[in-house]
């Protein structure tokens, strides 16, 4: 079969899932079209037009048939519903411990941002065996993030922020595309995912970059003064940031909102659109003067320093001590990480 293969290789946990899902829908709706052409025939010759049968006549099906293909039919497509409610679930469903991965989609190229600070063009390395979370937006059209071998892909949207996940299970390198038409050269729009195990994957995180995500963030917090309004204390004009990342916050219009990325997102680029309880519309738009990257670096150091004071558990931040966590302000620890060995930087722009 290795030689015919009509399906790429199944390299996720939900990969098995999916594909059973599939075949069992393949089975289902090939069997019940097989069915119907086999009584087609089958009437269409023994009822045939006779000389002494003319016309039709009027039949009552008996009551034990039609219960049959009402209940029969009604089991199936429910068995159906559920199995696809749990693959569904099971795809959807984040696990906690997820490794943290940002990815933007433009004309023609996938860009993918690590919470370590490594950049790459087209290609993504991740760990075999652990779960590992994309959270991604487009700077222009919509692009579909597709993983064929995780059986995973996702619509890749201009203005918000969107997640998926997989865990890879084996190592080696499987195809990225971009699943949705997205102009001219949608079909170059590819890439490659390198799966690693864990400690060559430490060592390629290791590798060059300019610090964490979150500290590149604290950077532009400062460059683009976000800092003058939002301080530690409550005494600034604009809400403290530290500690709400994940938790309810009334607004002035009474309603409430959860503190998630997207919200971030639009409080960057919409300020208006929810303003925070106790505080007056001050703040000027960032639309299209903050980029899709550093959106991204903005939103990693609001969530580093969003998890302060919480008890709620930080989203990212990894309990797996042989990772270091998602969002590290200001490149801490790194000096412990073993020297640099691969550097894979794609050029960017
Ligand atoms: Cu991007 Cu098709």
Redo the contacts with the bound molecule.
Sequence with gaps: MNDFPLFPEQVSTVAPLVDALYLGLVAITGAVSLLIWIVIFYFAVKYRRRPDNELAQEQEPPAFLEMTWIIIPSIIFVVIFVAGAWVFFRINRVPANALEVYAT?R??MWKFQHPTGQREINTLHVPVGRPVKITMASED????LWFPSFRVKMD?LPNRFRTMWFEATKTGSYHIF??????TK??A?IGTVVVMEPTEYQRWLAGGSEGSLASQGEKLFAKYACNTCHLDTASGRGPVLAGFYGKTRPLVNGQSVVVDDNYIRESILNPTAKIAAGFQPLMPTFQGQVSEDDLIRLLSYVKSIGGQASSLPASGVSPDATVPPAETPAGSGRDARPPQTTTIQGTER
């Design positions: 989609g004309q023609w059209v919509i692009h579909s890749v971009c699943a949705e038409y997205c102009g949608h079909s729009m």
